[in-house]
């Protein structure tokens, strides 16, 4: 079957994600190796909102496919901008994880009874996305944010360490990292509170376009409702063009009836139905449009 040469971010998380893959394509007989590529979100300490360009976490993994350095990249599909490198493709989505939020607290900052979230009024809460920090600001302006980097282990350790009363985190990454959360209040966010970031919770296996063997030997990793589902929160967001760090949410669920789009926008929550993933983005986004006059256009 030949070698593979993943490219992976050298995080706690990436490599747990490139390991997964890793033991996919050896089950499939493919000989696999890890390149681990060091990117700008990892290089760099300043809030995201600071950083110039897109794709933080993506685009040194992608340049090492493009460059022939490795094969095949494993990333966490929600960091990946909407606009798509020449070159590459996405050639499989496997089985999504849980998409929804995590809340992780202190417990002298917990309060059960408080709206919104189990927080006390004024506690300080953890998180660099601008959609966590606009939604957080409407579900409770009480609150202090504060910028949060680094990986996942170090969040959990600087909430430990006091330097938050609360953190936002995806569900997905503590679940596969399975971190002993012992100590602090956790609490799983309904999308009826948090609607998390588009695509969050599933994994984009991205190779070059005409690398056409990887692409078949790829083909039994992807999930067809997994894809679907990606499709249609990422078609919303190329429509508002743009990428990690819009302060968008969106979830798409399949029924019989076809997809269901849930997204949260400038404030208010979204919601339609239609049969394909282009459909359902596209009644969103004219929704979206009619409450906010200055999205005129969409991206290319």
């Known amino acids: 079957m030949g070698r593979v040469r993943i490219a992976t971010r050298g995080s706690r998380l990436a490599l747990?994600?490139?390991?997964?893959?890793?033991?996919?394509?050896?089950?499939?007989?493919?000989?696999?190796?890890?390149v681990?590529?060091?990117?700008?979100?990892d290089r760099e300490s300043r809030p995201f909102a600071q950083m110039q360009g897109q794709g933080f976490f993506t685009k040194a993994v992608q340049d090492a496919v493009?460059?022939?350095?490795?094969?095949?990249?494993?990333?966490?599909f929600k960091d990946l901008p909407s606009a798509r490198p020449e070159g590459l493709e996405i050639a499989a989505v496997p089985k999504r994880e849980d998409p929804r939020e995590l809340l992780l607290v202190r417990p002298e900052a917990l309060d059960?009874?408080?709206?919104?979230?189990?927080?006390?009024?004024?506690a300080l809460a953890g998180t660099s996305a601008a959609r966590r920090q606009a939604q957080l600001r409407q579900l409770r302006p009480d609150l202090g944010l504060k910028e949060l980097r680094g990986n996942v282990p170090t969040r959990v350790d600087k909430l430990r360490c006091g330097e938050y009363d609360a953190i936002l985190l995806a569900y997905a990454g503590l679940k596969r990292l399975e971190l002993d959360l012992s100590g602090l209040y956790t609490q799983v966010l309904p999308t009826t509170v948090l609607v998390p970031a588009p695509a969050q919770g599933?994994?984009?296996l991205e190779c070059r376009s005409d690398d056409h063997r990887l692409k078949a030997l790829l083909q039994p990793l992807d999930d067809p409702q997994a894809r679907r589902t990606v499709e249609a929160e990422r078609g919303l967001m190329q429509k508002l063009a743009g990428g990690c760090q819009l302060a968008l949410g969106a979830l798409a669920q399949a029924g019989p009836q076809g997809l269901m789009l849930l997204?949260?926008?400038?404030?208010r929550r979204y919601q339609a139905q239609a049969p394909t993933p282009e459909a359902v983005a596209q009644v969103v986004f004219d929704q979206i449009r009619a409450e906010h006059p200055e999205v005129v256009c969409e991206s290319p």
């Open 202 to 204: 599933a994994l984009a």
């Open 112 to 122: 059960e009874a408080a709206p919104g979230l189990p927080l006390r009024s004024g």
């Open 66 to 76: 493009l460059n022939w350095e490795a094969d095949l990249a494993v990333h966490s």
């Open 36 to 41: 681990v590529v060091e990117t700008q979100g």
């Open 16 to 34: 747990w994600q490139a390991g997964w893959v890793q033991q996919q394509l050896e089950r499939l007989g493919a000989q696999v190796e890890l």
């Open 263 to 267: 997204a949260w926008y400038g404030g």
